[in-house]
Structures are given as structure tokens and as C-alpha cells.
């Protein structure tokens, strides 16, 4: 599919070698910033016209958020290219145009071990092109990894970054849309999935809407090691309750903690992808930090609260009402990566 030379020796955090338990989670534990990036829509897209206003705004008050505590970096193409340093600073903005918005779907899966499963068809809305669209928006953000970085290891399992939610301590969730898509049965999805990252757990679950991105983090958010929010379904009990069995069968020892979930669904971009609005498990978490989508409505500070009171890391709330309606926002829009990869970059993109 891409070009790119394997460099797990370059990166040991790469290495295909068996993960020791703990191993993830002291590495993440250890206050180490991350780097989150950005993408702007590509230059001249139809596609993003009518919201590249709402794009931009919300990328700009989330980079901002970030850089307090995180690093952070937009890759723009040359329409936004001076709008974004004029706001952010030269240091935070490299002028490298990335093919599509969602850095999570087709950036490395995992910030500490990163491998990069290939990007599905459906992340490009499906049809008879989708799989070939879908490849080359991924070899853009491959071509800039292997001039930063010389590369970084590579799986030929399809699955997009939203539907890979773990906690780097060796538990993760899937839907079952990975089964379908690689033609594999559970038993068979969950050792393979755990050879190429080195999970020690596998949760599959059916996703809350069938059809389209199927992807985890609309439905659960690990906010620490052992430690894993769900949507609450009071309209869909039995689904409920199947996504708890699902959970409690694949990640025996892991505590569940239900949030607040006013899902709005009135107001969708595109049909293909629905919306991400009320979702706040589609946060962002860092060591030291979460992320957390709020959307200007009162259950807001009851989805604050209750965060904020199973965990230790800092919660911080970050508007997402203007983009929600693109079926994403916090963690969508975010390609995470720490140690050496995140050095590398920061380092290709100083000397640009």
C-alpha cells in the first residue's frame, strides 16, 4: 500500500518484541508531553467549503488549549498556511498539506508503540473508489513520517485509529467492524490484533449504529490504566447491556464508569458519517491531561464533573459545537504520538 521502510529499530517503541505488563503504562504515566497534529482541510477542497470557517476556529481555541501544557502542530496547505501562523506562531504550523481533516483515522494507532493499520474504504465514505481514496490520503501522511522519521512500522490490517481505543497499560476496544473488514473470526481478530500491538486484551463490541465507521470512540474512552467510560443508553437497554457483556468478557478487571450521553443527531454534515454531537467520549487523553468535547447544553458540566471525579489526570474542556456535526471533534481530529517519532518530527519541522 505505501512505500515506506519499516524503522522499528530506529524507534524501540516500535519494536515488534512482546510488551512486558506495565511497560505502557509507565511509559505514559511518566508526565512526558505529547505532540497532538492537526490538519487543515486540503487547499481548493469542496468538500469542507461551507464549514472550513468552523474548522479553523476550532482548531485554533484547541491548539491553544493544547500548547499550555502539550506540544502541538497543524499541518496546512498553503490556503491557510498564514492565517494559522498569524494565530498560532510559525513554531506550532509546518506547510504540509495532509488530504482529509481526521488525523486519527489514518495516523498510527497507539502514541507510545505506533503502528499504522491500514486506513478503510469507509473513512473515505465507501463506493467503488473508496479503498483507493482512502490509500492515498494515508500515503501523504506516510511520505511526511518517512522525511521526518525514516518511517515507522507498518500493518496491512485494515482499521481506522477511531476504532482502536486502548489504554496503554494493554487493554483495547474494537468494533466488530474490524472482523468484517479483514475477514476474520473473533478468536483469530484478537490474537492479531494483539501481535501487532501488543495488547494484552481485546474487547470487540458492536458498534451504537451499524453501517459506515462503526469506530469505538464514538462508544467508549479509556481515562486511565483499567479505567474505561461508556455511553450511557437509557433509550436502548438491551444494547446496553450487550455492550457491558462485551466489555466485561474482553476486559476482565477493567472498572466501568456510564457518562451522561445527549446525543443530537439533528443536525448532520454528511449522511455517510453522522454526527458526533453529545458524544463526550470521543475525548482526548494524554498523561497528563484529558481533553473533553463539551457543546454549549446544560449536561456539559454533569459529563465535566463526573470525569473529573474518576480521575486524577486534568480535565479540560474543550468547545466542540461547531464541528460535532462532522460526526467527530476532540479525538477525531487528533494524531497523537510521543518519545522518538514525536522528537523526530519536531525536529524535521524546526529545520524546515
Not at 292 to 298: A, D, E, M, T
Request: glycine share 8%; with cysteine; proline share 4%.
Amino acid at each position: 500500500m505505501r512505500n515506506s521502510i519499516l524503522m522499528a529499530i530506529l524507534f524501540a517503541l516500535a519494536s515488534c518484541a512482546p510488551i512486558e505488563d506495565g511497560e505502557m503504562a509507565n511509559h505514559v504515566m511518566d508526565g512526558e508531553k505529547e505532540l497532538i497534529v492537526l490538519a487543515a482541510p486540503p487547499d481548493g477542497d469542496n468538500y469542507y467549503a461551507s464549514v472550513r470557517e468552523d474548522i479553523y476556529d476550532f482548531h485554533i481555541s484547541y491548539a491553544r488549549q493544547i500548547a499550555t501544557q502539550d506540544n502541538v502542530l497543524i499541518l496546512s496547505g498553503s490556503d491557510d498556511y498564514d492565517a494559522y501562523v498569524e494565530d498560532l506562531g510559525a513554531d506550532k504550523v509546518v506547510n504540509v498539506e495532509m488530504l482529509d481533516i481526521w488525523m486519527r483515522d489514518f495516523s498510527p494507532l497507539n502514541a507510545i508503540r505506533p503502528v499504522m493499520f491500514r486506513y478503510t474504504a469507509a473513512g473515505q465514505g465507501g463506493g467503488r473508489t473508496g479503498q483507493s481514496e482512502a490509500d492515498y490520503v494515508q500515503e501523504t501522511l506516510a511520505e511526511f513520517i518517512d522525511a521526518a522519521a525514516g518511517g515507522l512500522e507498518e500493518s496491512n490490517l485494515l482499521n481506522d485509529g477511531g476504532n482502536f481505543v486502548d489504554d496503554y497499560a494493554g487493554n483495547a476496544v474494537l468494533s466488530r467492524k474490524f472482523l468484517r473488514d479483514n475477514n476474520f473470526s473473533e478468536a483469530e481478530a484478537r490474537e492479531r490484533v494483539k501481535q501487532a500491538t501488543g495488547v494484552k486484551q481485546v474487547a470487540f463490541i458492536e458498534a451504537d449504529e451499524q453501517g459506515g465507521l462503526e469506530h469505538a470512540d464514538g462508544v467508549v474512552a479509556f481515562i486511565g490504566e483499567n479505567t474505561l467510560v461508556i455511553n450511557s443508553y437509557p433509550e436502548d437497554p438491551d444494547y446496553a447491556a450487550d455492550l457491558r457483556a462485551d466489555l466485561k468478557a474482553g476486559l476482565p478487571g477493567v472498572e466501568l464508569h456510564e457518562i451522561v450521553t445527549p446525543y443530537d443527531g439533528r443536525q448532520i454534515y454528511d449522511e455517510r458519517f453522522g454526527s458526533a454531537c453529545g458524544l463526550y467520549t470521543n475525548m482526548l487523553v494524554t498523561p497528563s491531561r484529558i481533553y473533553l468535547p463539551q457543546f454549549g447544553i446544560p449536561e456539559d458540566a454533569e459529563a465535566l464533573a463526573s470525569i473529573r471525579s474518576w480521575t486524577d489526570r486534568e480535565v479540560v474542556p474543550v468547545q466542540s459545537s461547531g464541528v460535532c456535526k462532522m460526526g467527530g471533534g476532540v479525538r477525531c481530529m487528533s494524531w497523537q504520538t510521543r518519545g522518538p517519532l514525536a522528537q523526530a518530527i519536531l525536529n524535521y519541522v524546526s529545520e524546515k
